[in-house]
């Protein structure tokens, strides 16, 4: 008995994402967009880059947003920092007094209070009709995502947009590409379908009075894009992950179990908070935020539920559940249900960690 819940558990565990995949890429990945995108709109655009101890990497994020094709007179560059003790802000000082034509203005935070705090900050500062939320440990690579990006946004219909990750410098790189290719499609699928309620650091950009409307970035959970986003979607507007914004983003050579724990917590403290949104979202995005929530908070304990009674029943003597196990752990040979595995575990560990550390 015990074996036949443990292989349902699985069933439902497996079977679930890979229903989702395959329905959202059927059914919309390869479909046009349902929305005009006028060629050559040209907003007027404030990015926002929070830091805390980017010494390394600060001068090269800001040639890289230097090296974008957009207007000068229609940009804007708030770099916030947040007391750094490696002397980030002085070397953006730096790098100002080199690059005296682009508008850059540059906020030193006497205290660290967390990047959604710091971008609240900055947004009191901002001029821009659309905010670009930049993270320092990442790089745009081509010399267009932030023109494309603001394309989306001449339609009305669109309230936030996001990139598409192409993972670099990875310590692990195959295991990032395969996590990407997965998560890429859906991505751009929920995006056609409505919104999609996962957006990234890397470039996450925003209609400045939308901003306004659902209030401040979050200063209690990790993913203040992501949040942010699915509150904008959630009040009928467009939150998108177009296939031709694209950004990269830097994955840690050390620590890189740590890091991806680190990411499923945000991921786990937005679908929770998600949960406790009051708006009645638009019902196409209701169903992707559900099974997003569902896919993130849920179904990595079935397969912790799963494994548990089919290794309970192997123990007292099934046969089945031994041949099943024995699959399933063979079956790690194969790297696209590794990641998998992997990224199930991290979920399962960021719950639990967040019991005590939200950071
Ligand atoms: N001003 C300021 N103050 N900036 C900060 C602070 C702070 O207290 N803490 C971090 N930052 C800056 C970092 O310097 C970096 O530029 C950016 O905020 C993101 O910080 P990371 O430490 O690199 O965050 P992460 O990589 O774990 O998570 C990022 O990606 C998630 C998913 O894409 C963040 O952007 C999350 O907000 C995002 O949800
Ligand atoms: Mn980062």
């Given at each position: 008995?015990l074996?036949?819940?443990g292989?349902?558990?699985?069933?439902?565990?497996?079977?679930?994402?890979?229903?989702?995949?395959?329905y959202?890429?059927?059914?919309?990945?390869?479909?046009p967009?349902?929305m005009k995108?006028?060629?050559?709109?040209?907003?007027?655009?404030?990015?926002?880059v929070?830091?805390?101890?980017e010494?390394k990497?600060?001068?090269k994020?800001?040639d890289d947003i230097?090296?974008?094709?957009?207007?000068r007179?229609?940009?804007?560059?708030?770099?916030?920092d947040?007391?750094?003790?490696?002397?980030?802000?002085?070397?953006?000082?730096?790098?100002?007094e080199?690059?005296?034509?682009?508008?850059?203005?540059?906020?030193?935070?006497?205290?660290?209070r967390?990047?959604?705090?710091?971008?609240?900050?900055a947004?009191?500062h901002?001029?821009?009709e659309?905010v670009?939320?930049?993270?320092a440990?990442?790089?745009?690579?081509?010399?267009?995502?932030?023109g494309?990006?603001?394309?989306w946004?001449?339609?009305?219909?669109?309230?936030?947009?996001?990139?598409?990750?192409?993972?670099?410098?990875?310590?692990?790189?195959?295991?990032?590409?395969?996590?990407?290719?997965?998560?890429?499609?859906?991505?751009?699928?929920?995006?056609?379908?409505?919104?999609?309620?996962i957006?990234?650091?890397?470039?996450?950009?925003f209609?400045?009075?939308?901003?306004?409307?659902?209030?401040?970035?979050?200063?209690?959970?990790?993913s203040?894009?992501?949040?942010?986003?699915?509150?904008i979607?959630a009040m009928?507007y467009?939150?998108?992950?177009p296939e031709?914004?694209l950004c990269?983003e830097?994955v840690p050579k050390r620590?890189?179990n740590s890091?991806?724990?680190r990411?499923a917590?945000?991921?786990v403290?937005?679908?929770?908070?998600?949960?406790?949104?009051k708006?009645?979202?638009?019902?196409?995005?209701?169903?992707i935020?559900?099974v997003?929530?569902?896919?993130h908070?849920?179904?990595?304990?079935?397969?912790?539920?799963?494994?548990?009674?089919?290794?309970?029943?192997?123990?007292?003597?099934s046969?089945?559940s031994?041949?099943?196990?024995?699959?399933?752990?063979?079956?790690l040979?194969?790297?696209?249900?590794?990641t998998?595995?992997?990224?199930?575990l991290?979920?399962?560990?960021?719950?639990?960690?967040?019991?005590?550390s939200?950071?």
């Open positions: 008995m074996e036949y819940i292989l349902g558990l699985a069933l439902i565990h497996f079977g679930t994402p890979l229903s989702y995949y395959v959202m890429k059927k059914k919309y990945f390869g479909k967009w349902d995108r006028e060629e050559g709109f040209k907003p007027k655009i404030t990015v926002i929070p830091t805390y101890n010494a990497l600060i001068e994020k800001l230097y090296a974008q094709e957009y207007p007179d229609r940009l804007e560059v708030i770099l916030i947040s007391a750094s003790s490696d002397g980030t802000l002085e070397i953006a000082e730096k790098w100002k080199e690059h005296g034509e682009i508008n850059l203005k540059i906020i030193g935070e006497d205290s660290r967390g990047k959604a705090h710091s971008l609240n900050e947004l009191k901002s001029t821009g659309i670009v939320i930049t993270d440990d990442s790089f745009w690579g081509t010399r267009d995502s932030l494309r990006a603001a394309e946004f001449s339609d009305p219909s669109v309230g936030a947009v996001s990139c598409l990750k192409d993972p670099e410098g990875s310590e692990a790189p195959s295991i990032e590409l395969g996590y990407r290719g997965y998560y890429n499609v859906l991505r751009v699928a929920e995006s056609k379908a409505y919104s999609t309620p957006f990234h650091g890397e470039l996450a950009s209609r400045k009075d939308l901003l306004e409307e659902v209030g401040e970035f979050p200063v209690d959970i990790g203040d894009d992501s949040h942010t986003a699915t509150k979607a009928g467009r939150a998108i992950i031709d914004v990269k830097l620590g890189y890091w991806r724990i990411r917590q945000h991921l403290q937005h679908f929770m908070k998600a949960m406790k949104l708006v009645k979202a638009p019902k196409n995005f209701d169903r935020l559900k997003e929530e569902y896919l908070l849920m179904n990595p304990w079935i397969l912790l539920g799963g494994a548990v009674l089919l290794s309970a029943s192997a123990i007292m003597g046969l089945i031994l041949i099943f196990l024995a699959l399933g752990i063979a079956l040979m194969y790297k696209p249900y590794r998998w595995i992997s990224m199930q991290y979920l399962v560990i960021a719950a639990i960690k967040n019991l005590w939200r950071e």
